[in-house]
């Protein structure tokens, strides 16, 4: 297990930008991938984005494609989360989670993912 805490999140105006970091805490952060989330009430937690272990390769969400960027600081033990031009629907809770497969190429399906943060609130006024 690794411990993950996510910060960055706030209140923007549509248009606007955000960069969400997540810390890890642990030796196994290098070996493994590391995906956002999101989740709002009612609903189930989504993917957003993923990069793998070297980051070399980034996934995204359809949603969020062209305009969030994933990026990772080994060295820090740290996962970004850059978003610009974001918009109402992109309000959330976002989370930061660790693909449980050391050295493999990440999924999008949550349950493959084996520690989470707490979570960092974002919210986009119109």
């Known amino acids: 297990q690794v411990q993950l805490v996510e910060s960055g999140g706030g209140l923007v105006q549509a248009g606007g930008s955000l960069r969400l970091s997540c810390e890890a805490s642990g030796r196994t952060f290098s070996s493994n991938a590391m995906g956002w989330f999101r989740q709002v009430p009612g609903k189930e937690r989504g993917f957003v984005a993923a990069?793998?272990?070297?980051?070399?390769?980034?996934y995204y969400s359809e949603s969020v494609k062209g305009r969030f960027t994933i990026s990772r600081d080994n060295a820090k033990n740290t996962v970004y989360l850059q978003m610009n031009s974001l918009k109402p629907e992109d309000s959330a809770i976002y989370y930061c989670?660790?693909?449980?497969?050391?050295?493999?190429?990440?999924?999008?399906?949550?349950?493959?993912?084996?520690?989470w943060g707490q979570g960092t609130q974002v919210t986009v006024s119109s």
């Open positions: 989670a660790r693909f449980s497969a050391s050295w493999s190429a990440p999924s999008s399906d949550r349950y493959e993912y084996d520690s």
């Open positions: 990069i793998n272990w070297s980051a070399g390769r980034t």
